[in-house]
T-cell receptor
Framework: GENVEQHPSTLSVQEGDSAVIKCTYS??????FPWYKQELGKRPQLIID?????GEKKDQRIAVTLNKTAKHFSLHITETQPEDSAVYFC?????????FGAGTTVTVRA | DAGVTQSPTHLIKTRGQQVTLRCSPK?????VSWYQQALGQGPQFIFQ???????QRGNFPDRFSGHQFPNYSSELNVNALLLGDSALYLC???????????FGQGTRLTVV
């Protein structure tokens, strides 16, 4: 089955700086890569996604890149704000089944 | 649109008991998946239902079973509860053929 690894497990950044989270996947058949943000006690919320036929996608301060050859994808958050503090999960979709990374706890210091 | 709704929000059960969790999908969605999220970990896929049948299953024992009703809502049943079953159980819905999944707020199950 698919195995998704996510790094780092924790990330502390100064407000206004950038944050980068990296994930690797194992199954070359995976074709869709969403990122979810989960605040304490709340549901995972889809913040951005990328499909296997696209190399990069951007939505305001958030961007995702995908390298199919290397089987890795990354989340970039620019100009971080306190409300960006949360746990972020990457996932890989294979046959409509999501496999998640272990999560990255992002803390934005004011 | 209420989105994906789950009930109950919290539940405490004793080891060996059985539990049923419920999920109503987002309006227009026909496929429901269940995930188990242990504390400090990412969600783990349990199974997926479409057209009232289990279509895919993750690495979970037969103690975990489910059902989907004609209105697309779904139930997750867990028998012979173990302490290790304590987790947040998440339901996600989507339209069949679409990859974008929306999650409910989850049911926090504590087994004592």
């Amino acid at each position: 089955g698919e195995n998704v690894e996510q790094h780092p497990s924790t990330l502390s950044v100064q407000e206004g700086d950038s944050a980068v989270i990296k994930c690797t996947y194992s199954d070359s058949a995976s074709n869709y890569f969403p990122w979810y943000k989960q605040e304490l006690g709340k549901r995972p919320q889809l913040i951005i996604d990328i499909r296997s036929n696209v190399g990069e996608k951007k939505d305001q301060r958030i961007a995702v890149t995908l390298n199919k050859t290397a089987k890795h994808f990354s989340l970039h958050i620019t100009e971080t704000q306190p409300e960006d503090s949360a746990v972020y999960f990457c996932a890989a979709n294979n046959d409509y089944k999501l496999s998640f990374g272990a999560g990255t706890t992002v803390t934005v210091r004011a | 649109d209420a989105g994906v709704t789950q009930s109950p929000t919290h539940l405490i059960k004793t080891r060996g008991q059985q539990v049923t969790l419920r999920c109503s999908p987002k309006s227009g969605h026909d496929t429901v998946s269940w995930y188990q999220q242990a504390l400090g970990q990412g969600p783990q896929f349990i199974f997926q239902y479409y057209e009232e049948e289990e279509r895919q299953r993750g690495n979970f024992p037969d103690r975990f079973s489910g059902h989907q009703f004609p209105n697309y809502s779904s139930e997750l049943n867990v028998n012979a509860l173990l302490l290790g079953d304590s987790a947040l159980y998440l339901c996600a819905s989507r339209v069949q053929g679409s990859t974008e999944a929306f999650f409910g707020q989850g049911t926090r199950l504590t087994v004592v």
